[in-house]
């Protein structure tokens, strides 16, 4: 059964260096997002991207923020200048047709 | 805010009954409803989505959507040890894909 993968699995950065999360959405699938989930909290909407471009995005999803699909394959999630608060698992997901998400692995961000 | 609020538990039951999990959401325009399986220290996993008012069945699993009362229900029969997770709950409103999640319940049911 198709998956969305997501590299790397965890991830350490110092306070303000930029990081870049990855993610290959399910092949066919044409609306990409990311989400994040701060350890023992609701897991967070950041940002929806369709047809090369941003749909939907949070008040969390600020300037130092950025989203690209690079190639047919990838979706990234770029923060420029990390902070402590930056710290926390963040979900890519994949929909065919903007109803039903599929989560990916995850990546755990620790920033120190 | 729109929010979705499930009962925080922890919810408890023996194998092989059922496990009855609850979800109110504050935004009437709601449209698409989720739930989504959780273990710990991993990603949430789709098991449910309904769309209309009334009950969706696949499996052990089923999902009761009352918009009128803005619930929706997951209901689990036959509980098994390996359905020992936490539950989510998410919403997405009218005209966006945002999903927007409950805190979560957790389920452990006891072999």
């Known amino acids: 059964e198709p998956e969305v993968t997501q590299t790397p699995s965890h991830q350490v950065t110092q306070m303000g260096q930029e990081v870049i999360l990855r993610c290959v959405p399910i092949?066919?699938?044409?609306?990409f997002y990311w989400y994040r989930q701060i350890l023992g909290q609701k897991v967070e909407f950041l940002v929806s991207f369709y047809n090369n471009e941003i749909s939907e995005k949070s008040e969390i999803f600020d300037d130092q923020f950025s989203v690209e699909r690079p190639d047919g394959s990838n979706f990234t999630l770029k923060i420029r200048s990390t902070k402590l608060e930056d710290s926390a698992m963040y979900f890519c997901?994949?929909?065919?047709?903007?109803?039903?998400?599929?989560f990916g692995p995850g990546t755990r961000l620790t920033v120190t | 805010q729109k929010e979705v609020e499930q009962n925080s538990g922890p919810l408890s039951v023996p194998e092989g009954a059922i496990a009855s999990l609850n979800c109110t959401y504050s935004d009437r325009g709601s449209q698409s409803f989720f739930w989504y399986r959780q273990y710990s220290g991993k990603s949430p996993e789709l098991i449910m989505f309904?769309?209309?008012?009334g009950d969706k069945e696949d499996g052990r699993f089923t999902a009761q959507l009352n918009k009128a009362s803005q619930y929706v229900s997951l209901l689990i029969r036959d509980s098994q040890p390996s359905d020992s997770a936490t539950y989510l709950c998410?919403?997405?409103?009218?005209?966006?894909?945002?999903?927007?999640f409950g805190k979560g319940m957790k389920l452990t049911v006891n072999p």
């Open positions: 997901a994949s929909s065919f047709r903007g109803y039903e998400q599929y």
């Open positions: 309904i769309y209309s008012n």
């Open positions: 998410a919403v997405t409103e009218g005209g966006s894909e945002k999903l927007v």
């Open positions: 092949s066919n699938h044409l609306y």
